[in-house]
């Protein structure tokens, strides 16, 4: 089994800067990709970003280029999401999850694992 803790989330205003942190813990041995969705209130989840276990591929929805970028420290088991360059509609429930395969994917159903979400709310 794999745990998926994720933090870093907060209030920011409209401009600002946050680091997310995921931490995975339990069966870690194997190389998997990660990613980073996002649910806002009445919205279905959308997809934000992924990264390959060698971190030599990533993802990125369209809506968040240039200013997220994601990376990870496989000896940590961590992956990070840094979001610069906030928008109000930025705010949303961010989850990290881990796939079973190496394939930076844009697809939930590539995901068999998901963290229980960190709030990032972004004032105007």
């Known amino acids: 089994q794999v745990q998926l803790v994720e933090s870093g989330g907060g209030l920011v205003q409209a401009g600002g800067s946050l680091r997310l942190s995921c931490v995975a813990s339990?069966?870690?041995?194997?190389?998997?990709?990660m990613a980073w969705f996002r649910q806002a209130p009445g919205k279905e989840r959308e997809f934000v970003t992924a990264?390959?276990?060698?971190?030599?591929?990533?993802n990125y929805a369209d809506s968040v280029k240039g200013r997220f970028t994601v990376s990870r420290d496989n000896a940590k088991n961590t992956a990070y999401l840094q979001m610069n360059n906030l928008k109000p509609e930025d705010t949303a429930v961010y989850y990290c999850?881990?796939?079973?395969?190496?394939?930076?994917?844009?697809?939930?159903?590539?995901?068999?694992?998901w963290g229980q979400g960190t709030q990032v709310t972004v004032s105007s």
């Open positions: 999850a881990r796939s079973r395969l190496n394939a930076a994917s844009g697809i939930p159903r590539a995901y068999d694992y």
């Open positions: 339990g069966r870690t041995s194997n190389s998997y990709a």
């Open positions: 990264i390959s276990w060698s971190g030599g591929t990533t």
